[in-house]
């Protein structure tokens, strides 16, 4: 039984095939390939575009989405191994595992890390919890990382571009008033390097950087696909002759949960807002970001509403790629 939890666990010649597979639903998307079966999606945090395509992307397949919010319209659970149970929540992932399993073939899990300490939370121990007592392929719909958002992204950039080996890609930090999960800009570095992109690292300081399991990983997956990764701080000099821009704001790791202190750096980072001038110095690039988005405050809506804006596209295909990994987790062909 394979779960998605990372694209770490899986090669490029098998994400290759979800995207084939993604590709050819996009242009064919009702089938019954999944009929009588069911995915379980479990939201600790909310959702727009995850639940929205899963849920979809299910019913198009012939398949039912039954929809979960643990400590709102289910009941709230726990997830350490040997807690006792004294606090809000009713339910021990052990149980909870065990039953979505008995009903439903796949389950879905969104569970954003606590922002209270990064030494934990980097270890994705609710999603891994979850598919060591789940009997059924589990899917991770964004935890410390968030693989079909990847997914998503590598496809609209093939649609664009074709063959992206080589191609500068940037991702760049973006201004925020509040820091953020770092799980898409993970994710991001993943997917371009271990597609051979070369792929730059932008932020406004060190404090910033990602935090060195993905930092290596897409190193390593640089070496592997004969792409490169490096990082600056150098607006300018990222931006220079990219052929792909993708935005996302986070956190300082080194002032994980503490905000107030983590201010005292935002603050001072406005400018690296996306903007007209900015795109001017690309390769004719793209310009990305997987929503929500605060227009004018992450990007400008010149930047936004421009043609090579791509963000629509690339939010359309996680309903795709998704419908791929549902298929592709329950063994079935089109």
């Known amino acids: 039984m394979q779960h998605f939890l990372s694209t770490m666990d899986w090669t490029v010649e098998q994400l290759d095939g979800l995207l084939k597979l993604a ?166 570095l993943l997917i371009a390097s271990k597609f051979g992109m070369d792929v730059t690292l932008l932020c406004p300081e060190e404090a910033y950087r990602l935090d060195p399991q993905f930092e290596t990983a897409a190193s390593r997956f640089a070496v592997q696909s004969g792409g490169s990764f490096g990082a600056t701080h150098d607006i300018e000099e990222a931006y220079t002759d990219a052929d792909v821009v993708y935005a996302k704001s986070w956190g300082a790791l080194p002032f994980y949960g503490q905000p107030g202190e983590e201010w005292e750096l935002r603050k001072n980072y406005r400018h690296f807002i996306v903007d007209e001038k900015k795109m001017a110095l690309t390769n004719n690039g793209l310009f990305s970001h997987c929503l929500p988005l605060r227009r004018n405050v992450k990007a400008t809506d010149g930047v936004m509403d421009a043609d090579y804006c791509v963000a629509l596209d690339e939010a359309e295909n996680r309903l795709h790629v998704q419908k791929a990994i549902m298929m592709r987790l329950l063994g079935a062909n089109l």
């Open 23 to 188: 590709a050819d639903l996009k242009q064919d998307p009702i089938h019954e390939n999944l009929r009588g079966k069911s995915i379980a999606l479990m939201f600790l945090n909310p959702s727009m575009r995850t639940r929205t395509s899963f849920d979809l992307g299910m019913q198009q397949l012939g398949g039912i989405a039954i929809v979960l919010q643990p400590g709102k319209d289910a009941w709230g659970v726990e997830f350490k191994p040997g807690a006792v149970m004294e606090g809000e929540a009713e339910e021990h992932i052990a149980e909870v595992a065990g039953v979505l399993s008995r009903y439903c073939d796949l389950i879905g899990l969104r569970a954003f890390p606590l922002f209270k300490d990064w030494p934990t939370d980097r270890e994705d121990a609710v999603i891994r919890s979850l598919a060591k007592h789940a009997t059924v392929p589990v899917i991770n719909m964004e935890t410390i990382v968030h693989p079909c958002q990847e997914l998503a992204l590598m496809m609209t950039l093939k649609e664009h571009q074709g063959e992206v080996k080589n191609r500068k890609f940037v991702l760049t930090w973006t201004w925020h008033p509040r820091p953020l999960n770092t799980a898409v800009a993970n994710s991001a």
